[in-house]
Nanobody, 115 residues
Framework: QVQLVESGGGLVQPGGSLKLSCAAS????????MGWYRQAPGKQRELVAS???????NYDDSVKGRFTISRNNAENAVYLQMNSLKPEDTALYYC?????????WGQGTQVTVSS
């Protein structure tokens, strides 16, 4: 069974930075995607950034140039460095992995951007 545990969320002022971490355990296949989603109150969950199956990365247009996804395969960890944070980045951030119709989610970590 795959488990994903996020950490690193918190309250930050506009323009500030946070780094989210996702620790994965269990069997995760190299061809699965892995990334970060977020869900703000009253809105649908949306993709923030991910590693694509064929390599490379995907970013939502709203975070390009501000957020960077990275991974440490040896430690089964994925990170999201978030810079120049804006109030509209406020959301519950989820780590995700999966493929071939299988999806796993973490419990989420709250990011609040406010002065």
């Amino acid at each position: 069974q795959v488990q994903l545990v996020e950490s690193g969320g918190g309250l930050v002022q506009p323009g500030g930075s946070l780094k989210l971490s996702c620790a994965a355990s269990g069997v995760i296949f190299n061809f699965w995607t892995m990334g970060w989603y977020r869900q703000a109150p009253g809105k649908q969950r949306e993709l923030v950034a991910s590693f694509a199956r064929g390599g490379g990365t995907n970013y939502d247009d709203s975070v390009k140039g501000r957020f960077t996804i990275s991974r440490n395969n040896a430690e089964n960890a994925v990170y999201l460095q978030m810079n120049s944070l804006k109030p509209e980045d406020t959301a519950l951030y989820y780590c995700h992995t999966g493929g071939l119709g299988v999806n796993y989610w973490g419990q989420g970590t709250q990011v609040t951007v406010s002065s």
